[in-house]
């Protein structure tokens, strides 16, 4: 599962991420990039943790939400 995740990340950032920005431009707020930030805490917290650090990050993901660089926490 953790494998089928980081796939789905790393697709979404090659393949989809590019054509949203040149769409409609921005980019992320944070550092590193929320896919990035999804493959790094999938691979240090595994499939579940991963994905709930992951939902959070991305709830925060908004024009009044923060911005700056937000690291994968070394503990839950």
Do not use: N
Request: aromatic share 14%.
């Amino acid at each position: 599962m953790k494998k089928v995740l980081i796939f789905v990340f790393s697709f979404y950032k090659k393949a989809i991420s590019g054509s949203i920005k040149l769409l409609f431009g921005g980019g992320c707020r944070f550092s590193p990039t929320c896919s990035d930030y999804a493959k790094g805490s999938i691979e240090k917290h595994g499939a579940f943790w991963g994905s709930v650090l992951t939902i959070k990050r991305i709830s925060r993901c908004h024009p009044l939400g923060g911005f700056g660089y937000d690291p994968v926490p070394d503990k839950l």
